[in-house]
């Protein structure tokens, strides 16, 4: 029976017909390797946009003519397919660019122009338009002021005068703004109680006579600017002066083991003090020979602000009335010899007269 139907034509069409039906299917749906195919297709005509900012530069004789008023970047949208797009941004294998080579001195409004882009891109730059000012080029030098506030300083400390490397500063610019150039100046920012001398690097300026800032060139933009700050100081010799109460009929000398000292404090005192200090020592109860430790900013309270060394010590000698009652002994002794001498000639003149009397 199984034999007689593959033999037959029945069977043989239905092979045939199974066979034209999977051809049909293998040709209307697409396999692996076509859907990739088509995915990549489908990319690469997509479309994507991608904004930037890029750099605007300018075509000019800048030798000649200085130039402002423009942007230094400016935005770029680019739109077209996206592999493109993708490409252009992470290249940026383009320029913007302000072509001025044929305008002439003054004020203009001035389209921004591309180079670069691909022809299949589409853009829009914004601005489109820009001012720019050209003016005759002129370049000259000029000094470096310095201006800081003084109130930052320590309490006692002084700023000596600030020295600034390179004292002198190219400046680059419109003829009409360098004639408005009053000054070149930088300002230090000092820290609050700064005791040490300042030492840094400081953008200068350029000003008119209103204090604005002008917009011009400065070569260098930093100068380094150097404060020395510290506290004023001298050596002056040292007076010890009594001071306290002491008992009566004492007196007292005084022996530092230094005989000078460095003191500091602002100018005002140093020049009050002179070339000398005095220095009080407390005699309060004192009887007998002793020393002190006196400390020197603490004794001239006000009038310095420390001192080097901080300490003296004083040796300090006590002479009391011992002396006076010497010289009391001593009268005695003297009233005591003319006594002895005045009973001397009484006996003599005694002795005069018994004689006489035995001559008689």
């Given at each position: 029976?199984?034999?007689?139907?593959v033999n037959s034509n029945y069977f043989y069409a239905f092979i045939s017909l199974c066979a034209a039906l999977w051809l049909f299917i293998s040709v209307s749906s697409p396999g692996v390797g076509s859907t990739r195919d088509s995915n990549q297709s489908s990319q690469s005509t997509a479309t994507t946009k991608a904004t930037m900012t890029v750099p605007l530069t300018i075509q000019a004789n800048t030798d000649s003519y200085y130039i402002t008023g423009?942007?230094?970047?400016?935005?770029?949208?680019?739109?077209?397919?996206?592999?493109?797009?993708?490409?252009?941004?992470?290249?940026?294998?383009?320029?913007?660019?302000?072509?001025?080579?044929?305008?002439?001195?003054?004020?203009?409004?001035?389209?921004?122009?591309?180079?670069?882009?691909?022809?299949?891109?589409?853009?829009?730059?914004?601005?489109?338009?820009?001012?720019?000012?050209?003016?005759?080029?002129?370049?000259?030098?000029?000094?470096?002021?310095?201006?800081?506030?003084?109130?930052?300083?320590?309490?006692?400390?002084?700023?000596?005068?600030?020295?600034?490397?390179?004292?002198?500063?190219?400046?680059?610019?419109?003829?009409?703004?360098?004639?408005?150039?009053?000054?070149?100046?930088?300002?230090?920012?000092?820290?609050?109680?700064?005791?040490?001398?300042?030492?840094?690097?400081?953008?200068?300026?350029?000003?008119?006579?209103?204090?604005?800032?002008?917009?011009?060139?400065?070569?260098?933009?930093?100068?380094?600017?150097?404060?020395?700050?510290?506290?004023?100081?001298?050596?002056?010799?040292?007076?010890?002066?009594?001071?306290?109460?002491?008992?009566?009929?004492?007196?007292?000398?005084?022996?530092?083991?230094?005989?000078?000292?460095?003191?500091?404090?602002?100018?005002?005192?140093?020049?009050?003090?002179?070339?000398?200090?005095?220095?009080?020592?407390?005699?309060?109860?004192?009887?007998?020979?002793?020393?002190?430790?006196?400390?020197?900013?603490?004794?001239?309270?006000?009038?310095?602000?420390?001192?080097?060394?901080?300490?003296?010590?004083?040796?300090?000698?006590?002479?009391?009335?011992?002396?006076?009652?010497?010289?009391?002994?001593?009268?005695?002794?003297?009233?005591?010899?003319?006594?002895?001498?005045?009973?001397?000639?009484?006996?003599?003149?005694?002795?005069?007269?018994?004689?006489?009397?035995?001559?008689?």
């Amino acid at each position: 029976m199984m034999k007689k139907i593959v033999n037959s034509n029945y069977f043989y069409a239905f092979i045939s017909l199974c066979a034209a039906l999977w051809l049909f299917i293998s040709v209307s749906s697409p396999g692996v390797g076509s859907t990739r195919d088509s995915n990549q297709s489908s990319q690469s005509t997509a479309t994507t946009k991608a904004t930037m900012t890029v750099p605007l530069t300018i075509q000019a004789n800048t030798d000649s003519y200085y130039i402002t008023g423009y942007p230094s970047t400016v935005k770029i949208t680019i739109e077209g397919p996206s592999a493109l797009v993708t490409a252009t941004k992470n290249t940026q294998n383009f320029s913007l660019y302000l072509d001025l080579k044929k305008y002439l001195p003054g004020k203009h409004k001035v389209r921004i122009q591309q180079n670069g882009l691909n022809s299949e891109l589409t853009y829009t730059i914004k601005p489109k338009y820009v001012n720019v000012n050209i003016q005759k080029r002129q370049s000259k030098s000029f000094p470096v002021n310095v201006s800081y506030s003084k109130s930052s300083l320590a309490s006692g400390y002084e700023a000596s005068k600030p020295s600034v490397s390179p004292d002198t500063v190219r400046v680059t610019g419109s003829a009409a703004d360098i004639k408005k150039i009053d000054k070149l100046v930088v300002k230090p920012i000092l820290p609050k109680g700064i005791k040490n001398t300042f030492d840094q690097e400081v953008l200068v300026q350029a000003l008119d006579k209103k204090g604005k800032t002008l917009n011009v060139t400065l070569e260098p933009q930093t100068v380094h600017v150097k404060i020395p700050i510290s506290l004023p100081s001298k050596k002056v010799s040292i007076n010890f002066t009594q001071k306290g109460s002491s008992p009566s009929g004492m007196s007292y000398s005084f022996d530092g083991d230094i005989d000078s000292v460095t003191v500091y404090g602002t100018q005002g005192q140093l020049d009050k003090i002179g070339n000398s200090i005095e220095l009080p020592v407390d005699v309060t109860g004192i009887t007998d020979e002793t020393k002190r430790n006196i400390n020197i900013a603490d004794a001239l309270r006000g009038q310095i602000t420390s001192s080097d060394p901080q300490m003296v010590i004083v040796s300090i000698s006590v002479r009391g009335s011992s002396g006076s009652g010497s010289s009391s002994n001593n009268n005695n002794s003297s009233n005591n010899t003319s006594s002895d001498n005045n009973n001397d000639n009484e006996d003599s003149t005694n002795n005069n007269n018994d004689e006489n009397n035995d001559a008689d």
